[in-house]
């Protein structure tokens, strides 16, 4: 293995039995205080130059990975190492170098910039932050680059955010995160906000910036066929808990978790010639408030067992490199693909 | 399929007073929905979908600020066809809610906070049909365990936000099924949804059709929900219709350019994790209303674009046989250039 190689393969981002629980209630009457488990135990690791793909439904704590792997909110308890460093409980002073290095892109571009700044200003601000301005004319230089890299055109630095499309707002806000060169980048459904045929543009783009800045990405959606097409592996959540984790393709054909199953069936597919029998799941996801004893997916999971409210069953390996958190491994879990 | 229509629109127009002139929002629209069917309206921001509808629940505001012309005609109680845009408001406060009923895509905003759910049915109850409190109330768990409410006599005393979102959208729907309709217009009800109570939600839409053969007219950018659940598809651009066909012809060849970008734009479930390479996107951006290209209001952004002929004169929606429209003038050559 060459050196290169040996670099591609080493993680950029390890999480190790991450936990963030918010608490709630009352704070004058402890007995009523609760926490909500929003992550509960997760652990992952991201290699560098890839795509992974984090899918789950609202309230499955999808958000709340993306924000503590970048250390915005602390976590309870766990691991996050980022480059080998262990950065679970540096400071925001020790944090500060690291901030250049990764990035978030917000998934609404209308709430995200400051629609009282210019598309220079919002995009410059990270250097300012990061002390790298250097001078107005190597900052205008950066933002003419930082813009051009997305597929705007320098006159656009003099614009509002209220000048622009949606597109065009969401590729500044890829702009503002890809000034400092970052090696790591959060995409929080960055495209759920666009019209269709926007969201090919700037997913396209993605890839692109990924190829050609060698960047990592931590790709949240909860759009299976995007997520489907730009990750290289896909990481399935249900109720704070990771319960699968595959290559894309191995995911698609191969699911090992009931719910993969389910929430892939429930994807429609924009073909009137494909008549799938749907596997319809019933009732809502848990209130993570009270979350069910064992399997957190018991509840909705058709193929339950008395069993599975006994523990939690552990991420384990199911094939090489795919990882899935069910005991049933009796049962022939249906592909929502096949195979051409 | 050779129904009457209980809905007829036609050369439906919508402008919008706006600074320094008047905004067409919705231009030339004509279509018809027979009992029973669902006719899907696919669009993009700002491509008159919405503003259709609105405008046949006649929610849009009044003159001067907002100039409605065209006709629509909704098949009565008695069969006799109501005018909907020239009756007055007091017989329209009968019609609407009652013939021709409407559920949004927010469920969260579009129910009242205040007021517990058992009263928000029984109101919409008895605002069209005269019964006693108590039996509205009936009826109102009759049509919460239609929609499949667990528990639905307690859930009366329950308040919105007790409620999950996919919970919530099943109440709009027991409240706009509460009279029969005969029309049921529902404007991307499942888009603030995650995907598997959206399955569920399809799912309940389709059995309360079969049951009840009101037409439906589903406004979704969504295409596999266009492929999942319409029979007949209405795509709109830049506020007029752009091409009309039947689900699976339209989806097996598109006439219209944009239909086909459209389609294609979208990335296919079955070749995820194939590193299909670039999404075939559409470039450019959603036309701005206020300044509409010349001629096709698509031609910025096709790639058939011919110079002279597409910018020139703006294209008529043109019969092409089986009973399907298409609004472009090169549709012919095109359909021949892709076949050969």
């Excluded at chain 1, 679970?88 to 170098?97: A, V």
């Excluded at chain 1, 629609?115 to 990061?130: A, F, Q, Y």
């Excluded at chain 1, 109720?239 to 994807?267: D, K, M, Q, W």
Aim: hydrophobic letters at 40%; a positive charge; one cysteine or more.
């Amino acid at each position: 293995m060459s050196a290169a190689q040996e670099q591609q393969r080493t993680p950029i981002l390890e999480v190790e039995d991450l936990r963030k629980w918010f608490p709630v209630g009352n704070a004058l009457l402890p007995r009523n205080r609760r926490q909500v488990k929003a992550l509960d135990g997760v652990s992952f690791s991201i290699r560098r130059g890839e795509i992974l793909g984090l899918v789950g439904e609202s309230g499955s704590g999808k958000t709340t990975i993306g924000r503590t792997v970048l250390r915005l909110v602390p976590p309870t308890s766990g691991r996050i190492r980022f480059d080998g460093q262990d950065i679970t409980h540096l400071s925001r002073r020790e944090l500060r170098p690291l901030r250049k290095r990764m990035q978030l892109v917000f998934q609404d571009p209308f709430a995200s910039l400051n629609p009282r700044m210019t598309v220079e200003r919002i995009v410059s601000t990270p250097l300012l932050i990061h002390g790298m301005e250097g001078g107005a004319a190597a900052r205008r230089a950066k933002v003419e680059e930082a813009l051009r890299l997305v597929g705007l055109l320098p006159h656009h630095a003099a614009r509002y955010p209220h000048e622009l499309s949606g597109g065009q707002r969401q590729r500044v806000g890829i702009a503002r995160a890809l000034i400092t060169r970052p090696e790591f980048l959060v995409a929080d459904e960055p495209v759920s906000a666009l019209d269709v045929s926007i969201q090919a543009q700037v997913v396209n783009l993605l890839v692109e910036l990924k190829e050609l800045l060698g960047l990592t990405i931590l790709f949240i959606a909860h759009d299976l066929a995007v997520v489907g097409h730009i990750s290289d592996r896909i990481a399935v959540m249900y109720l704070g808990r990771l319960v699968e984790i595959a290559e894309t393709r191995e995911l698609f054909l191969n699911p090992r978790h009931p719910y993969t199953e389910a929430l892939f069936s429930a994807a429609p597919i924009p073909d009137p010639e494909v008549r799938r029998s749907r596997i319809i799941l019933a009732g809502d996801i848990p209130s993570p408030l009270d979350p069910p004893s064992g399997c957190p997916f018991r509840t909705r999971c058709r193929y339950a067992l008395p069993a599975c409210a006994q523990d939690v069953p552990p991420l384990r390996e199911v094939a090489p490199g795919h990882l899935a958190a069910c005991i049933r491994d009796d049962i022939q879990l249906r592909s929502s693909v096949t195979e051409t | 399929m050779s129904a009457p229509p209980v809905l007829e629109v036609e050369n439906l127009a919508v402008r919008f007073r706006a600074e320094g002139g008047e905004v067409a929002a919705v231009s030339d629209v004509s279509f018809s929905v027979r009992r029973g069917e669902t006719l899907a309206v696919v669009g993009e921001s700002g491509s008159g979908k919405s503003v259709t509808s609105l405008a046949l629940m006649r929610l849009l505001p009044k003159p001067p600020a907002c100039h409605i012309s065209g006709e629509a005609r909704l098949a009565g109680q008695d069969g006799r066809m109501l005018d909907l845009l020239r009756l007055p408001e007091t017989e329209m406060r009968a019609v609407r809610g009652n013939r021709i009923a409407m559920i949004f895509q927010e469920p969260m905003t579009s129910l009242n906070p205040v007021k517990t759910i058992g009263r928000q049915i029984t109101e919409a109850i008895r605002l069209h049909r005269p019964m006693s409190r108590a039996a509205a109330e009936e009826e109102a768990v009759r049509l919460l365990d239609l929609v499949g409410i667990p528990a639905p006599r307690q859930r009366l005393t329950s308040y919105p936000h007790h409620l999950s979102g996919g919970m919530r959208q099943r109440v709009m729907i027991a409240i706009a099924l509460s009279c029969e309709p005969a029309v049921l217009i529902a404007d991307e009800p499942t888009t603030a949804l995650d995907v598997t109570i959206q399955a569920q939600i399809l799912d309940l839409l389709r059995r309360l059709q079969q049951m009840s053969g009101m037409a439906v007219i589903f406004i979704t950018h969504n295409l596999g929900v266009v492929a999942e659940i319409a029979d007949r598809v209405l795509v709109m651009y830049a506020g007029r219709v752009v091409e009309q066909a039947d689900v699976r012809p339209l989806f097996a060849r598109p006439l219209m350019p944009y239909t086909t970008g459209l389609l294609r734009s979208v990335p296919r479930l079955d070749l995820a994790g194939r590193r299909a390479g670039a999404l075939p996107a559409i470039p450019g951006n959603v036309p701005d209303p206020r300044h509409p290209p010349t001629g096709c209001a698509f031609h910025p952004r096709c790639e058939h674009f011919q110079p002279g002929r597409c910018d020139a004169a703006a294209p008529a929606l043109e019969q092409v046989g089986d009973g399907r429209t298409v609004r472009c003038l090169r549709w012919r050559e095109i359909s021949l250039e892709t076949a050969a």
